[in-house]
T-cell receptor, first 113, second 110 residues
Framework: NAGVTQTPKFRVLKTGQSMTLLCAQD?????MYWYRQDPGMGLRLIHY???????AKGEVPDGYNVSRLKKQNFLLGLESAAPSQTSVYFC????????????FGPGTRLTVT | DQQVKQNSPSLSVQEGRISILNCDYT??????FLWYKKYPAEGPTFLIS?????DKNEDGRFTVFLNKSAKHLSLHIVPSQPGDSAVYFC?????????FGTGTRLQVFP
């Protein structure tokens, strides 16, 4: 049981390039989340999903898109990377609406130059 | 506007003593709160939670206190151990989402 995994662990992009971050969970959780963590800012929610085929905007959605085609996967896309998107990205999942505890992946460190 | 606030960016405590981490929130509709612990280069892990119908919840060395009238919660760690050195985030549940504070870095020294 791997829990929540994230791919890749590290990535350096040039401004304007695109990339997709992959999050996978093997716990059959309904809810999945993407956060970014910046110094002094805590964890801020980018997008989330309450089930396969659904997505919703979080606190800081601009510049990002997401897809949840399969229940176990949640993809975060950057269409045209900007230096302001340099951050550590965390994916999380939770079983359902009743259980508020979220399980986090190990993170992806992204640098945009 | 920050709805969940951790006003102390860092805290240093001697091993064996009590660590008290504080968290304030602004929205009186929040009714479930969680604490997460984060080591460097790892994802946050769940530590302890509390519902607004309680004012205290204990789990081993960790106790969370909730003061609804003051919109304040605190995490007590007794006794503190070097392995507790990490960043601690408090979070409030809000309609399928968690709103996190900015974190407090705890350092436990021998």
């Amino acid at each position: 049981n791997a829990g929540v995994t994230q791919t890749p662990k590290f990535r350096v992009l040039k401004t304007g390039q695109s990339m997709t971050l992959l999050c996978a969970q093997d716990m059959n959780h309904e809810y999945m989340y993407w956060y970014r963590q910046d110094p002094g800012m805590g964890l801020r929610l980018i997008h989330y999903s309450v089930g396969e085929g659904t997505t919703a905007k979080g606190e800081v959605p601009d510049g990002y898109n997401v897809s949840r085609l399969k229940k176990q996967n949640f993809l975060l896309g950057l269409e045209s990377a900007a230096p302001s998107q340099t951050s550590v990205y965390f994916c999380a999942s939770s079983p359902d609406r009743v259980s508020y505890e979220q399980y986090f992946g190990p993170g992806t460190r992204l640098t945009v130059t | 506007d920050q709805q969940v606030k951790q006003n102390s960016p860092s805290l240093s405590v001697q091993e064996g003593r009590i660590s008290i981490l504080n968290c304030d929130y602004t929205n009186s509709m929040f009714d479930y709160f969680l604490w997460y612990k984060k080591y460097p280069a790892e994802g946050p892990t769940f530590l302890i939670s509390i519902s607004s119908i309680k004012d205290k919840n204990e789990d081993g060395r960790f106790t969370v206190f909730l003061n609804k009238s003051a919109k304040h919660l605190s995490l007590h760690i007794v006794p503190s151990q070097p392995g507790d050195s990490a960043v601690y985030f408090c979070a409030a549940e809000n309609t399928d989402k968690l709103i996190f504070g900015t974190g407090t870095r705890l350092q436990v020294f021998p």
